[in-house]
């Protein structure tokens, strides 16, 4: 299938999507989140690691409806969420959103009610390891969508813009519950306020991102985690990445507890298995993600 703003691909176990408005900087427009909607739900729609019986994660997304199963569906293991041309995501295109709507002032909450909030959470809930490729800027809510991937790593080029307070605003679309988990609430009120911006060398040693690398080795770096977790024990990462979400609700107890279920029901997995006899017999797991 194909998509308008976006390039949808599943081979090999990998999920490909590439925001794909380069003369826009692949800035936000209705489109793109109908694209959005649509790939990602392919993508979690049969994922390999089935759905836990009474987990609830910390973000809930009773309010994301995944698409229907497609015939040519590839199941994939993770999914890498890049941007084509010289930017990541530049954010809401504001043509799109601009102040006054018919002489009114235009609801801003609209727009993020229906389109941000389900994009966010459908991927900190999706079962597979989401890898963001920051090949250049990303700013506003294109910020936020680098940080709601799992592992964020950027070229030394890249920056990371927060203009909410240039325009008046506050940040959104999750900024606000990323960055002060990320960088510590004294950076993040200071970056937002000040409408700052953080080059990618930056970010990775304040801990908002996984890694930066040279422009030039930033697509095998990306290729490389793609293909490792591509032969992952997939549900086990799932999980992994839905239990650290929870820690932030949690008291310590709650947390172990959490923790001691989720290892019972991984220890009836075939990779589970796979891994301990792996271990056992001093040779590589083949993991099948079941």
Request: aromatic share 6%; hydrophobic share 45%.
């Amino acid at each position: 299938m194909s998509y308008q703003t976006i390039l949808f691909s599943n081979e090999g176990g990998i999920a490909r999507i590439t925001l794909n408005r380069p003369e826009r900087l692949n800035a936000f427009s209705e489109q793109m989140h109908e694209d959005l909607r649509d790939a990602i739900g392919r993508v979690r729609a049969d994922a390999p690691a089935a759905k836990t019986a009474d987990f609830v994660p910390a973000a809930k997304t009773a309010d994301f409806v995944p698409a229907a199963k497609t015939a040519d569906f590839v199941p994939a293991r993770v999914l890498v969420l890049s941007g084509a041309g010289r930017g990541f995501c530049a954010g809401q295109d504001l043509s799109e959103r601009k102040p006054v709507v018919n002489g009114e002032p235009r609801d801003l909450s609209t727009t993020l009610e229906r389109n941000y909030k389900p994009l966010i959470l459908s991927l900190r809930t999706l079962d597979l390891p989401v890898i963001g490729v920051v090949n250049g800027v990303a700013a506003g809510a294109g910020v936020s969508l680098a940080l709601a991937c799992d592992i964020v790593i950027a070229a030394k080029s890249a920056s990371f813009i927060l203009a909410f307070a240039k325009l008046g605003l506050v940040p959104d679309a999750g900024l606000t519950y990323f960055l002060p988990r990320l960088i510590g609430p004294g950076r993040a009120r200071a970056v937002s306020m000040l409408g700052e911006r953080i080059g990618a060398e930056q970010a990775a040693q304040w801990g908002m991102i996984w890694r930066c690398v040279e422009d030039g080795d930033l697509s095998a770096e990306a290729d490389k985690l793609a293909q490792h977790f591509a032969q992952a024990p997939t549900r086990g990462v799932a999980l992994t990445k839905q239990v650290i979400d929870a820690s932030f609700d949690n008291g310590l107890g709650a947390q172990i507890s959490l923790e001691a279920k989720l290892q019972a029901e991984l220890g009836r997995t075939n990779d589970y298995k796979e891994g301990v006899a792996a271990f056992l017999e001093k040779r590589m797991a083949k993991f099948t993600g079941s």
